[in-house]
């Protein structure tokens, strides 16, 4: 009976620390997006206006940035989650047999996706290139065409790290709702 126990109370820790490391390799990712994304548009900004005097309008290049987010988004979640789910069954046939080798039998089960978890991960990876993507392409409305093709018009503004604590914000608050989504 306490070997039971043990082993109960193993494969709750074992859980606990595979949810806590899922987690954190979620928040990552939506970093890296968002921090890729954004210095694409950073780094195009120019081009960015160079469109603009040709006569496109910041409707049509929003909706174009946007379209590009998506797909990029799309592409980008599709891969990372076949690959996702490739490594975790090698990374699981490890782990079980280091629990048989070094602690007790467990029988290797087959790992199954749920499609709402693949759900959420499609949300979640288009949904960080969006937002990615949504306050530079605000943010060149307010500058002149001028200040645009200037080569050294980073902005410096304190939004910038207001922007990443609110967005940080909203990935941790996209954790907890996972979480309590079982």
């Given at each position: 009976n306490s070997k039971n126990h043990v082993e109960g109370e193993?494969?709750?820790a074992f859980q606990t620390n595979l949810e806590a490391m899922?987690?954190?390799?979620?928040?990552?990712g939506i970093f890296l997006v968002f921090n890729t994304v954004s210095f694409q548009m950073l780094r195009r900004k120019g081009l960015f206006a160079l469109l603009r005097v040709?006569?496109?309008?910041?409707?049509?290049?929003?909706?174009l940035l946007m379209a590009e987010a998506f797909l990029l988004g799309l592409v980008g979640t599709i891969l990372g989650s076949v690959l996702g789910v490739l490594l975790s069954q090698v990374l699981y046939g490890l782990v079980t047999n280091t629990i048989n080798t070094l602690y007790f039998d467990?029988?290797?089960q087959a790992i199954e996706v749920?499609?709402?978890?693949?759900?959420?991960?499609?949300?979640?990876?288009?949904?960080a290139s969006l937002l990615?993507?949504?306050?530079?392409?605000?943010?060149?409305?307010?500058?002149?065409?001028?200040?645009?093709?200037?080569?050294?018009?980073?902005?410096?503004?304190?939004?910038?790290s207001i922007r990443s604590i609110w967005f940080a914000i909203v990935c941790?608050?996209?954790?907890i709702g996972i979480i309590l989504l079982g």
């Open positions: 193993m494969s709750r899922g987690l954190l390799a979620l928040v990552v040709l006569g496109l309008t910041h409707t049509h290049l929003f909706a467990l029988a290797r749920p499609a709402f978890t693949l759900l959420k991960a499609m949300l979640l990876g288009i949904g990615a993507v949504v306050y530079p392409a605000w943010t060149s409305r307010r500058q002149t065409l001028t200040t645009q093709l200037s080569h050294h018009s980073i902005p410096q503004s304190p939004l910038v941790v608050l996209m954790a």
